[in-house]
Nanobody, 123 residues
Framework: QVQLVESGGGSVQPGGSLRLSCVAS????????MGWYRQAPGKEREMVAT???????KYGDSVKGRFIISRDNGKNTVYLQMNSLKPEDTAVYYC?????????????????WGKGTLVIVSS
């Protein structure tokens, strides 16, 4: 089945930058929308940014103007460039993908989540 492997998380100081990467593997047909979501302690999961297969992007209000989502369809990879990081950006960031898998001649829609990568913004 489709697997999402995230990387790039870590600890940075306020005002710093990080770039997260997420690679989708075992995709037998295609990857549609991909995105990043985050969940901070005591808060619900929220959408950070999404990007369609046609490169249309959406951003959560809290990160608009600071984060940039991009993707490389040839590599089945989505990136999240995070700039001007703030302590309130501290969270576990999860990669998400909507895929279609061709299995034995049948198309199956599949929603997949990565296991998450921790981002800590602190001085």
């Amino acid at each position: 089945q489709v697997q999402l492997v995230e990387s790039g998380g870590g600890s940075v100081q306020p005002g710093g930058s990080l770039r997260l990467s997420c690679v989708a593997s075992q995709v037998s047909f295609r990857v549609n929308d991909m995105g990043w979501y985050r969940q901070a302690p005591g808060k619900e999961r929220e959408m950070v940014a999404t990007i369609s297969s046609g490169y249309d992007t959406k951003y959560g209000d809290s990160v608009k103007g600071r984060f940039i989502i991009s993707r490389d369809n040839g590599k089945n990879t989505v990136y999240l460039q995070m700039n001007s990081l703030k302590p309130e950006d501290t969270a576990v960031y999860y990669c998400h993908a909507e895929t279609e898998t061709l299995d034995n001649g049948d198309l199956h829609a599949l929603e997949t989540w990565g296991k998450g990568t921790l981002v800590i913004v602190s001085s």
